[in-house]
């Protein structure tokens, strides 16, 4: 079993950072895939960023390509998503995931276990 937990959120201006931490609980960390994903009211959970317990990375959100880093050190049982450039568009609520599966990975479905969320703001 894996528990999650977010941080590092909060209100800032466009074109400013953060750097969203997730801590993870278990003694087989290493072997899941880790994922980012986002949320505003009213639409679908969408896939933001993923790593696969080989650190392979996958971006699916165009906008966040090049602005988005998703990394993990596994030795500390945390991963990270780095975010630069930051625009109004990005404001949601920010999920880190965990799943066993190596495909499919920017389907929610995919992923077993959640944080319970960090809010992100972006003002203009």
């Known amino acids: 079993q894996v528990q999650l937990v977010e941080s590092g959120g909060g209100l800032v201006q466009a074109g400013g950072s953060l750097r969203l931490s997730c801590t993870a609980s278990g003694r087989t960390f290493s072997s899941y895939t880790m994922g980012w994903f986002r949320q505003v009211p009213g639409k679908e959970r969408e896939f933001v960023a993923a790593?696969?317990?080989?650190?392979?990375?996958?971006h699916s959100v165009d906008s966040a390509k090049g602005r988005f880093t998703i990394s993990r050190d596994n030795a500390k049982n945390m991963v990270y998503l780095q975010m630069n450039s930051l625009k109004p568009e990005d404001t949601a609520l920010y999920y880190c995931a965990a799943t066993r599966h190596r495909t499919e990975i920017i389907s929610p479905s995919r992923y077993d276990h959640w944080g319970q969320g960090t809010q992100v703001t972006v003002s203009s």
């Open positions: 790593n696969s317990w080989s650190g392979e990375s996958t």
